[in-house]
T-cell receptor, first 114, second 114 residues
């Protein structure tokens, strides 16, 4: 079975500050990990994903995430927040368990203050 | 624009009724997924179809059913509706349905059960 825990349902940062959104996962098989972003009144869009290989993954809009197996974590970071980054962010996990389903975390809403 | 089309965008109905939500995947995508998003439950995986066949099942109620047609569009049928079924229903698609694939989400159907 797989699950995702996102620490903090709301995160607030100032414009220009570091963004850190936390995600821990549980998986009985090697995981595939994803971060998606949802802007108001829109569907989810993929920011980045980790499947195999390099553990530091770079995505769109300056975001990156690092897969740390020992910590079962896949935290999302961005060095400098933009007002346009305000959205809800979802961490997700899947794996070749035979079910092929992608499980999403509860989401973290990011607020960016001017 | 993700290329995934969901209709209708909004649906208002009464308890006990039955509704059908429709999804057209991106051109060339064989796999369709249905998710339910609500404030208390977050984003819940319902069901996945690949090329017309059910591939994975999540927390889908017996009152709900889905199918994928030969032209690859999918329909989610919700019957005997209850107030608690009010939610945003997302359809997503992917090329082959593998666990490591990016999901492309539609804009969702907002269902309100009164």
């Amino acid at each position: 079975a797989q699950s995702v825990t996102q620490l903090g349902s709301h995160v607030s940062v100032s414009e220009g500050a570091l963004v850190l959104l936390r995600c821990n996962y549980s998986s009985s098989v090697p995981p595939y990990l994803f971060w998606y972003v949802q802007y108001p009144n829109q569907g989810l869009q993929l920011l980045l994903k980790y499947t195999t290989g390099a553990t530091l993954v770079k995505g769109i809009n300056g975001f990156e995430a690092e897969f740390k197996k020992s910590e079962t974590s896949f935290h999302l970071t961005k060095p400098s927040a933009h007002m346009s980054d305000a959205a809800e962010y979802f961490c997700a996990v899947s794996g070749n368990t035979g079910g092929f389903k992608t499980i999403f975390g509860a989401g973290t809403r990011l607020f960016v203050k001017a | 624009d993700s290329g995934v089309t969901q209709t209708p965008k909004h649906l208002i109905t009464a308890t006990g009724q039955r509704v059908t939500l429709r999804c057209s995947p991106r051109s060339g995508d064989l796999s369709v997924y249905w998710y339910q998003q609500s404030l208390d439950q977050g984003l819940q995986f319902l069901i996945q179809y690949y090329n017309g066949e059910e591939r994975a099942k999540g927390n889908i109620l017996e009152r709900f059913s889905a199918q994928q047609f030969p032209d690859l569009h999918s329909e989610l049928n919700l019957s005997s509706l209850e107030l608690g079924d009010s939610a945003l229903y997302f359809c997503a698609s992917s090329r082959g349905g593998g666990s490591n694939e990016k999901l492309f989400f539609g804009s969702g159907t907002q269902l309100s059960v009164l």
